[in-house]
């Protein structure tokens, strides 16, 4: 096997490996594998790993056909005017992206800023935003991950967790305090992961870090305490709660819909309840009672509560939740009266 001088970024390949090849050649074409991976480079790879060199004529099994049909079938399409003006289109993209891969943060953020002068894109600016925190640029970096988030760029790991740190690098505390929150409301996102971060340890002895670990470990008692069969416990704290994330319109629907879904209806209306006596300007608030007294059989108070929510959708409510509370409320006046 020749060498292969450059890996180019603009011409898809389809290369089939043979399992058993001679060592010498398999150990050559690995490290040309290798190199096209660490390119980024847009190649098919399939290995057959019962193969031999000549397998489409020596071998003649299911696997072997259907492997020499991929191959007429990715040069058919790959040779088709639109498909190779996609890939020399996304050329430039391949190989910003390598170089992110890569961690050579210098080429990244160059590419990624030429990139984004042209269009303007969540994902790699929420990349240029992470190239940027890798070479301590936190202050440059955070207005990116923040853009990429209002840019529809969403995930508690891919964004929320890397604006928190950035912006505690940054000693940017309000900040901080903002991504965290949104981290720590997502119950997958566990307390000890973000105490034991050290990204976070220019903000660790502040109050504002001290108090949201407490509020948090607070609500997820209260949830494990409910889960744990103590519901009427649990819903006694939550209605007593004075304070913290416990009287959250959130944290209360997040409450309930995790009763409701567990086929605990009458406990779940009770916190819904809770949730329209402090929130009662609420629609979602309301549109969320609805639901349950809906299934729990309630009917007649299941249209109440939808009509309470149709009666609130004010221009002052955000447009995503006008638009979510009218479509599931008017249906379901529809649908029980």
Not at 36 to 56: E, K, S, Y
Request: proline share 4%; charged share 25%.
């Amino acid at each position: 096997m020749s060498e292969v001088p450059a890996i180019r970024l603009d011409v898809p390949v389809f290369f089939a490996r043979a399992g058993r090849e001679s060592t010498v050649l398999n150990q050559r074409i690995d490290k040309l594998l290798a190199r096209a991976i660490a390119a980024n480079a847009p190649w098919t790879i399939v290995n057959l790993g019962h193969g031999v060199q000549g397998f489409d004529v020596f071998e003649r099994d299911a696997a072997t056909r259907d492997l020499v049909s991929s191959t007429i079938a990715f040069a058919k399409s790959v040779t088709e005017p639109s498909v190779s003006k996609a890939y020399l289109a996304g050329a430039k993209e391949a190989e910003v992206a390598g170089a992110f891969y890569r961690g050579e943060w210098a080429a990244a953020i160059e590419g990624y800023r030429a990139l984004l002068a042209t269009r303007d894109d969540a994902e790699n600016r929420r990349r240029l935003g992470l190239a940027l925190a890798e070479t301590r640029q936190y202050a440059e970096a955070l207005p990116e991950l923040e853009k990429a988030w209002q840019m529809g760029r969403r995930g508690a790991r891919d964004t929320i967790v890397p604006a928190a740190e950035t912006a505690a690098s940054a000693g940017n505390v309000e900040r901080a305090m903002h991504w965290l929150d949104l981290a720590l409301a997502q119950p997958f996102v566990q307390i000890a992961e973000v105490r034991d971060n050290a990204k976070f340890a220019p903000i660790a002895n502040t109050p504002a870090f001290q108090k949201l670990l407490a509020e948090v470990e607070e609500q997820r008692n209260v949830a494990k305490m409910i889960e744990d069969g103590k519901v009427a416990e649990g819903i006694a704290v939550v209605r007593n709660a004075k304070g913290g994330r416990l009287v959250r319109e959130t944290v209360l629907n997040q409450i309930a819909y995790g009763l409701l879904n567990r086929g605990r209806a009458a406990d779940a209306i009770a916190v819904f309840r809770i949730t329209t006596d402090r929130y009662p300007q609420s629609p979602n608030a309301w549109d969320s009672l609805s639901e349950a007294l809906e299934r729990s059989g309630a009917k007649k108070d299941a249209v109440a509560a939808a009509r309470k929510a149709l009666a609130l959708l004010t221009d002052n409510v955000d447009a995503p939740t006008r638009e979510s509370v009218r479509a599931a409320s008017a249906a379901r006046v529809s649908r029980l009266e």
